[in-house]
């Protein structure tokens, strides 16, 4: 049995990183319920989304972890997104809920990541 954060951590590496869309029902409940607005509850809306992501709309594109935070049930992921190599990309933020050794509940955050800051730190 993995901690919440090994799994996501997996799930994160599996399917964003490495794009094994068929790795899906390893990590997520078929009644996954998902706050992101642009897709409906359940395990099928993800499958049917990642391939027209990964193969459209970043097909050049890559997805890297830069740090989890985990408390309880509950897993935080803050990760770059970036549509092709020479996009700046986004900061993403994903949080999960985790139950049974499966990822019950999804939300996330995204913003474009500027070509610079106020303050001079990166964004991820």
Known sequence: ?????ELVKNYMKDVWEN???EKLKKYISSNL???????????DALKGFLPILFNDMMPQGSWEVKRIIAEENLVVVHSLA?????HNGMAVVDIFKVENDMITEHWDVSAEIPEKTASGNTVV
Not at 1 to 5: D, G
Request: no cysteine; charged share 15%.
């Open 82 to 86: 970036k549509p092709a190599p020479q």
């Open 19 to 21: 794009r094994q869309v």
């Open 33 to 43: 319920v998902q706050h992101n607005p642009n897709l409906e509850n359940g395990l």
């Open 1 to 5: 049995m993995n901690t919440s954060k």
